[in-house]
């Protein structure tokens, strides 16, 4: 898990953040930037460069290694209190709050600017970039491909993604995006994984998720990852998050991911709700009249 870094912001001095930039910069290059060309990257004098590196490996945010040169890379906490800064400078944010989600691919923390936003880290390519690289020779590093830039351009993805969607389709309202962080509005409720429908509920708020799910199709996505776990439900109705994996309507595997989403959700009412869902409700067919932008109501696909 990678620690929270918020708390270190207010101790940092601006030449910190040059040599955390300086260490990004030649993390370009290769996944281990050598000591000598810090002053460069960072535009800090040689002791500067010493002076910093000091202060970032003690708090956690880069990483030394010697092998054939005396090398450093940023660690995850660094890129963090790269974008965190950002944000902050750029008047995004202006608090930092309690974790609202904890994944294997992201954690989501509470921020405030007037009011309460969440902030998601893309932590994409992280586990298994550290498997695959641990024992390799960090000379040879022609291929390399880093996690800052899958996490990146995770973000970048689903932001772009939450722009073109938003307001036409329920999902959170995208605020702003640096490096692999994004900033969207705080939803209310909980996720429907969590929330136990009242009868006469049921139907209606399955096919409020499916209409979301032809709208989303009507303006050029597939989620690609739908499920209980990527939906809240409010007093207000539902809200469809977690786009970074969506794909395009003209994506060669597009029905197929349509065809899935709805099997997830459909599969999870039924199972659910077992008394509530009509057998004759087919995902397939529900997914076939969405491609045909005939979607009117669940059952009426029956
Ligand atoms: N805008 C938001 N408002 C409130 N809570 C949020 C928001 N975005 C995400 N969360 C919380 O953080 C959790 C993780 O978010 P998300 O699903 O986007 O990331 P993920 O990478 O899929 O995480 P996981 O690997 O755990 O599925 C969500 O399940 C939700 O509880
Ligand atoms: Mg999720």
Redesign the pocket.
């Known amino acids: 898990m990678v620690r929270n870094v918020a708390g270190l912001l207010p101790e940092l001095e601006e030449e910190d953040f040059y040599l955390l930039s300086g260490v990004e910069q030649g993390m370009r290059f290769s996944e281990w930037v050598q000591r000598e060309k810090l002053p460069k990257f960072s535009s800090l004098t040689e002791e500067e460069v010493d002076y910093r590196l000091e202060r970032c490996l003690k708090r956690g945010l880069v990483e030394k290694k010697t092998i054939q040169y005396e090398g450093y890379t940023l660690q995850f906490e660094g890129y963090d209190i790269l974008a965190l800064r950002a944000l902050v400078e750029q008047d995004t944010i202006s608090e930092f709050g309690s974790p609202?989600?904890?994944?294997?691919?992201?954690d989501?923390y509470e921020v405030r600017s007037y009011k309460p936003l969440?902030l998601?880290y893309h932590r994409e390519g992280y586990t298994n970039f550290r498997e695959v690289h641990k024992e390799r020779d960090y000379t040879s590093d022609n291929d390399h491909v880093s996690w800052m830039y899958t996490a990146r351009k995770a973000a970048e993805r689903e932001h772009g993604i939450l722009e073109e969607l938003y307001p036409d389709v329920s999902v959170?309202r995208p605020i702003g995006q640096n490096r692999h962080a994004i900033v969207?509005?705080?939803?209310d409720g909980v996720?429907l994984s969590q929330t136990r429908l009242e009868d006469e509920q049921i139907l209606g708020v399955l096919d409020l998720l499916v209409s979301e799910i032809a709208r989303a199709y009507e303006h050029g996505y597939v989620h690609a990852d739908m499920s209980e776990?990527?939906v809240?439900v409010s007093e207000d109705g539902i809200k469809i998050?977690?786009w970074p994996q969506a794909v395009p309507t003209d994506h060669e595997n597009a029905s197929e991911f349509l065809r899935r989403d709805l099997t997830n959700i459909i599969g999870y009412f039924r199972r659910k709700y077992p008394q509530h869902i009509p057998d004759d409700i087919e995902s397939d067919d529900v997914a076939e009249s969405i491609a045909a932008n005939s979607f009117e109501t669940v059952t009426d696909t029956v």
């Open positions: 609202l989600g904890v994944g294997k691919e992201s989501v969440a998601k959170p969207m509005e705080k939803m996720e776990y990527n809240f998050f977690d």
